[in-house]
């Protein structure tokens, strides 16, 4: 009879388990698993430690971006400028250090460049009423535009001794470009979740008016969440250029699609209201395993773009059908409450 009882308790817990982790990223979960199986039994350097730190490597500047997604499309809204903003932040802190600006006031220069953006962008959607689809893709424009300009379509090569070290450091054998990622997933993640801020989020991507009838400001709220992806996007960008030793006009594009990729495979929903950072971390491990295995089993470089694009389909697909079944069971439950 104990055995029983004890059997029973077991199975509660780990429903409880499975309830807490939730459906979906059981599902994400399950892909990752499957593509770390798949790369590793056509190339056995995949499961190694040192391509697992490179992974994490290549993962943090769409990890850091993907951040700031989050915090967007969950308030109903998007970016399509991060890649330019990353290559134009680049450039303009190994310019401000060649001009012999010193380290800590040519960082700040540069992550004030992604406030402005983010204020560009905000005015566009709040002031001017563009969707923000078509508000950033102007954005992204401008800005790759300035990188070139700024530099006159050159590299520029870093000599600042203090900007190369910060692109070679490393804290417990991990490269300092993943603990920021690393860090911005917990303290972003943090605010979104258990912050009134965040929970502000949620409510602008659940419905602006309602939002705005309960005292919010829906406005302050978008303005903040594009601050914060410019100013992760240009910390991003810095550290790509220093890992890179140069800043790069042409560098980072389509590095916007990676992120979004990464945020809806994770289980934010695309029209808003819906999400968790929790889920966006699982996104970014699973998009950068599948791109450095494509490289790693010598994909052509054209047909990486097809299956991008097939998992970007995927993911909104996949948005899609989750939305359909929220959709039914807030249907189902409404008529339960009428009845």
Known sequence: MSNGNENIKKKSAFRKVLDAIGGDKLILLGAIILVFAVFTSLNKNFLTLQNMINLLVAASLVGMVAVGHTYLIIAGQNDLSPGSLAAFSGVMAALLLSWGIPFLPAILITLLSGVVVGLFNAWMVNKIKLESFIATLVTQAVVRGFAFIICDGKPVAISNPTFIAMGKARLIGIPVSVWLMLLSFVIFGFILAKTKFGRSVYAIGGSTEAARLAGLNPKKVVTLCFILIGV???????????????????????????????????????????????????GVILIQAFNTGLIMVNVPTFWQYVARGGLLLFALTSDYIRKEKRDKELLAASMKNAA
């Not at 890179?244 to 560098?251: D, E, L, R, V």
């Open 232 to 282: 992760l996007t240009s910390l991003g960008g810095i550290v790509f250029a220093a890992r890179m030793n140069a800043g790069q006009p042409s560098a980072n594009v389509n590095l916007e699609f990676d992120a979004i990729t990464a945020v809806i495979l994770g289980g934010v929903s695309f029209t808003g209201g819906v999400g968790s950072m929790g889920g966006t971390v699982l």
